[in-house]
């Protein structure tokens, strides 16, 4: 039951950090928009990643 908890608060924060990118683009700045679109993703995959592997039987 935990499992499904913690993948839960996974997939929670996901949204957080999809809603994050697409702040990114707020930015009037290239290179501010590129980083922060940069920093989002690494946190998109890791949480992506993080989600596989809970999910796994």
Do not use: V
């Not at 499992?3 to 501010?32: G, P, T, V, W």
């Not at 989002?40 to 949480?47: K, P, T, Y």
């Amino acid at each position: 039951m935990s499992a499904i908890n913690s993948i839960d608060a996974l997939k929670a924060e996901l949204a957080d950090a999809k809603k994050a990118y697409e702040h990114c683009s707020f930015h009037d700045n290239y290179q501010r928009l590129r980083a922060c679109q940069g920093e989002c993703q690494m946190e998109i995959d890791r949480l992506n990643a993080a989600i596989a592997e809970a999910e796994r039987p």
